[in-house]
């Protein structure tokens, strides 16, 4: 007992396959290398090991030798994989993991590494819809790829795939499926495939093989397609995920109301031009920091709807009095800012007949009595200083509002 426990231990951490059978000829170990074994490959060692036949055995239609030998009254038996073969899996390794940057490039790395290495005819990389539809996403045909599709799967060789949801392969399909004309058209022989999942276990669609001769090696082919679409579903996966981060982020730097940048990214956004401008110490900006008048007064008499139409407004006239490196942001209530990228505050004559067109727009909207307090401040005029730069705009958009209000006064 003691020996079988030995045993078992180095068989546990020998990289080759391996597995013990009792006297009788029944499997009662096996070793991790030996579950990543295609099923045919580890019932035709199974039948050895029941037949108990001794030494070296070559079995060229999997392409593996084996060796069983009796230790501690029972049968050891040790599986040894063509260097062609992982050769090969390791090439299509290889291929997939300097290709999948984006979902498109991941397809059609994952059909272009089966056509090239596995050496059948077609290959397809598909996604299930509904209804029994299938959209090919990527296809191999002889040598290159080709152009996509769409297909209805029902009674054909992918519709038994999709419902096992586990390798599947057929290795006469003119008999196997006289009714599925395209492929008896193609010339299909035989067909592979196997499904791909994301995180959660949910399938998204299937990866399958044809080729037009059986001369092909089915173990090596369930041993791909499973590595293959095991990476596409990972992949897919992180894609989609990384994707819903940058959702969120850009969620989380949004102004829910008029869309524009909040005050979150307008910090960031601003002491990232600050360090920037500490670095090269030429490109300089303006900021401006813009208060909208009338809010109050449109709230009170018009309804927070009219005034929340009001902000909006103001927002999309933001963003067509600014160039496409410039950005708006709605800071809270009624305050917003403008960072002007590469410019002075030689031009600010230039920018408040920017933003008196931008507020007579408004007025032609309906917004009577509304107007906009400016403060301008330079990059040049405090560099390295965010806070100084900041409370500056500020002083400056305050002076504007009260010198409107005296000449509103002196105008009343």
């Known amino acids: 007992m003691n020996s079988l426990r030995e045993l078992q231990k180095l068989l546990s951490v020998l990289q080759e396959a391996a597995a013990i059978a009792d006297i009788g000829g029944k499997l009662c170990f096996s070793n991790p290398a030996w579950h990543q074994l295609p099923s045919s490959t580890k019932e035709l060692v199974e039948c050895k090991l029941s037949e108990q036949r001794l030494g070296d055995i070559k079995c060229p239609e999997t392409k593996i030798s084996l060796t069983i030998a009796t230790i501690a009254n029972h049968y050891v038996a040790i599986v040894k994989r063509s260097r062609e073969n992982l050769l090969i899996k390791d090439s299509i390794l ?12 991941t397809y059609d790395t994952a059909a272009t590494a089966l056509g090239l290495y596995l050496r059948w005819r077609w290959a397809l990389v598909t996604r299930f819809k509904t209804n029994n539809k299938v959209e090919v996403l990527s296809f191999w045909d002889t040598e290159k790829l080709t152009e996509t599709f769409e ?28 009714h599925d004309q395209p492929l008896i058209d193609m010339g299909v022989k035989v067909y592979a495939g196997y499904i791909y999942r994301d995180h959660n276990g949910e399938p998204l669609g299937h990866i399958f093989i044809m080729h037009p001769s059986d001369k092909v090696d089915l173990d090596l082919a369930e041993e791909t397609l499973h590595l293959v679409s095991t990476i596409v579903g990972n992949r897919l996966s992180l894609n989609r995920s990384e994707m819903e981060v940058q959702k969120q982020k850009s969620l989380a730097m949004t102004d829910g109301l008029t869309k524009l940048c909040n005050r ?149």
Not at 94 to 105: A, F, I, V
Not at 321 to 333: E, K, N, P, T, V
């Open 94 to 105: 290889s291929m997939l993991l300097h290709g999948l940057q984006d979902e498109q490039s």
């Open 151 to 178: 297909y209805n799967m029902a009674q054909t060789p992918c519709e038994v795939v999709a419902d096992s949801q586990d390798f599947t392969s057929f290795t006469d399909i003119p008999t196997q499926f006289a």
């Open 264 to 412: 979150s990214a307008f910090d960031i956004d601003l002491s990232e031009e600050v360090r920037n401008l500490s670095q090269s110490g030429s490109i300089h900006f303006v900021l401006a920091i813009i208060d909208l008048d009338g809010m109050k007064k449109i709230n009170d008499t018009l309804g927070h709807d009219e005034g929340d139409r009001l902000l909006r407004s103001f927002a999309e006239q933001l963003k067509k009095i600014s160039r496409s490196q410039d950005h708006a942001y709605r800071l809270g209530g009624d305050e917003f800012a403008l960072l002007f990228r590469n410019t002075s505050l030689e031009k600010e004559t230039l920018l408040r007949e920017r933003f008196k067109v931008a507020v007579g727009q408004l007025v032609k909207q309906g917004f009577e009595g509304v107007n906009a307090s400016i403060g301008f401040v330079s990059s040049s005029e405090y560099p390295g200083d965010l806070a100084q730069l900041i409370k500056v705009a500020d002083e400056r958009m305050y002076q504007d509002k009260r010198s409107k209000s005296r000449l509103d006064s002196q105008a009343g």
